[in-house]
């Protein structure tokens, strides 16, 4: 209902039908017949823009977008945001994710009381490979005679 009453607003006004004129009353049809003028409740809409959402989130029209961004800090380390129902539904239930949480938490323990390495470290460099005494004079006679220098070797 709200929507044909939105339309009919948009519409431009109706014509008047065509009146038939003779030639004698031509002039003073034409004086009698007003220009169509636009209706004062036209309503007209401004620019419209779509906006590309992110790519890690899906769209969720109905979702609340908080405007103000929190900086990480010390304990953003520790924090997660609690499950979603979908989410605990789709890990087996509230059960089996207590489970796997205690498991977790034992796991860490007893790491951490062995003193083992962790599963993922950082790649320490080794340093580059150096030539022994013989290969670099051997390298240095090659590159006598061959010309190396002008070769750009």
């Not at 709200?2 to 008047?16: F, K, N």
């Amino acid at each position: 209902m709200m929507l044909a009453g939105t339309v009919q607003a948009q519409q431009a006004p109706p014509t008047p039908p065509p009146v038939a004129v003779t030639d004698g009353q031509a002039e003073v049809a034409q004086d009698e017949i007003p220009p169509p003028q636009a209706d004062g409740n036209v309503t007209t809409l401004g620019e419209v823009r779509a906006l590309k959402p992110e790519d890690d989130e899906p769209l969720d029209l109905y979702r609340f977008k908080n405007p103000v961004q929190a900086e990480s800090n010390r304990f953003s380390k520790s924090w997660s945001e609690p499950p979603t129902p979908e989410q605990v539904s789709m890990s087996g239930g509230y059960l089996l994710m207590g489970i796997n949480y205690g498991l977790m938490a034992a796991a860490k323990g007893l790491h951490k009381l062995t003193n083992g390495r962790d599963q993922i470290q950082s790649a320490i460099a080794r340093p580059p490979p150096e030539l022994t005494e013989q290969q670099l004079r051997r390298a240095a006679d090659y590159c006598e005679g061959a010309d190396c220098a002008a070769a750009g070797r």
